[in-house]
C-alpha cells in the first residue's frame, strides 16, 4: 500500500502563486509514476500533470502549460506542484495520485485532496 498526503493549498489572488507538496510513504518503490488532478465543482475531474518516479515529466494539461511546474523533492517520495500566475479557473480540489505501472491510465493510490481557490 502507498499511502499520499497533500498540503499547500489554500486561497490566492488571481496572479498570485502557490506550491503543493505530495508526500508518499509505505511501499514507495512501487510507484511508477505520480500525478496531480483537479476537480471543481460540478466538473469531471482533469489531470493536471505527471512525473515518473525517475523526475522525468511526462505531461500537462493545455491549461497549465508555461504557468503550473510539477517536480520531485529531493527526498524521492515527494512531489510538488508549482502553480503560478493562478487564474479564477484554476480553483478546485487537487488532489495526488500514484500508478504502479508502466501501461494503463488508471491511478491506483489517492490523496485526500487539497483545496486551491483563487479569487478574481
Known amino acids: 500500500q502507498v499511502q499520499l498526503v497533500e498540503s499547500g493549498g489554500g486561497l490566492v489572488p488571481a496572479g498570485g502563486s502557490l506550491r503543493l507538496s505530495c508526500a508518499a510513504s509505505g511501499r514507495t518503490f512501487s510507484i511508477y509514476t505520480m500525478g496531480w488532478f483537479r476537480q471543481a465543482p460540478g466538473k469531471d475531474r482533469e489531470l493536471v500533470a505527471t512525473?515518473?518516479?525517475?523526475?522525468?515529466?511526462?505531461y500537462y494539461a493545455d491549461s497549465v502549460k508555461g504557468r503550473f511546474t510539477i517536480s520531485k523533492g529531493s527526498a524521492k517520495d515527494t512531489v510538488y506542484l508549482q502553480m503560478n500566475s493562478l487564474k479564477p479557473e484554476d480553483t478546485a480540489v487537487y488532489y495526488c495520485?500514484?500508478?504502479?505501472?508502466?501501461?494503463?491510465?488508471?491511478?491506483?493510490?489517492w490523496g485526500q485532496g487539497t483545496q486551491v481557490t483563487v479569487s478574481s
Open positions: 512525473i515518473r518516479r525517475t523526475g522525468a515529466t511526462l
Open positions: 495520485a500514484a500508478k504502479i505501472t508502466s501501461w494503463g491510465t488508471d491511478y491506483d493510490y
